[in-house]
């Protein structure tokens, strides 16, 4: 059964406002303190899922940021569940006894998971929120800039195809194929691409 928290800051200004977090952890018992430690942390709205399979359904209809798993759930671990939503890029922090920390640790941290061993302190728990959130902020960054370089270099893909096809069809060298293609986008107010894609139908 799912639990949905949602609160406002009050006004204090709190850096993270409108954060969402996720937390499967097993029954009811205990859901208060999580709540109290996320909205702690700058979580606006905390949701709880009662199971691995529960939290599963939740990560596919909502936009979560951090996902906390208390492990064991019911029907699973949960070390499995907080690799699978880290390799989709949420950040996952998974709580286990400290005696399973190593063991844990060692099988989650390549997935980009942060394991803590129970019982923690507030303190621990804060902290290692921050560097989740950290490192998610630096994940972003890197997706972002690879989906620049993948734009770019569909880009030049694109106008090198329509080089190819000017210099084919309308028997320009390189270098006037080149020009042909700056001249047209500055004439017609567009992107290099766009002319180039406009190439493509034409000729291609």
């Known amino acids: 059964m799912l639990t949905l928290t949602h609160k406002g800051n009050g006004g204090s200004g709190r850096k993270g406002a409108g954060r969402r977090a996720l937390v499967a952890t097993a029954g009811e018992k205990g859901r208060s303190q999580w709540e109290k430690l996320l909205q702690e942390a700058g979580f606006l709205e905390v949701a709880f899922a009662a199971s691995g399979g529960e939290a599963r359904r939740l990560l596919l209809s909502g936009d979560w940021e951090v996902l906390v798993v208390n492990a064991p759930l019911p029907d699973e671990f949960g070390h499995q569940l907080a690799m699978d939503a880290a390799d989709e890029g949420t950040g996952v922090l998974l709580a286990v006894k400290s005696e399973q920390w190593e063991e844990i640790s060692e099988q989650a941290s390549s997935f980009g998971v942060l394991t803590l061993g129970k019982p923690f302190s507030r303190g621990m728990f804060s902290q290692a929120v921050g560097l989740l959130l950290a490192s998610q902020?630096?994940?972003q960054c890197y997706r972002a800039e690879n989906e620049k370089l993948r734009q770019k270099l569909e880009e030049l893909r694109i106008v090198s195809r329509a080089k190819c096809l000017l210099v084919e069809?309308?028997?320009?060298?390189?270098?006037?194929?080149?020009?042909?293609?700056?001249?047209?986008?500055?004439?017609?107010?567009?992107?290099?691409?766009?002319?180039a894609e406009e190439i493509l139908r034409e000729y291609g």
């Open 137 to 139: 902020a630096k994940a």
């Open 169 to 195: 069809y309308l028997h320009l060298n390189e270098e006037e194929a080149h020009k042909h293609l700056e001249r047209q986008a500055m004439e017609e107010r567009k992107t290099r691409r766009a002319v």
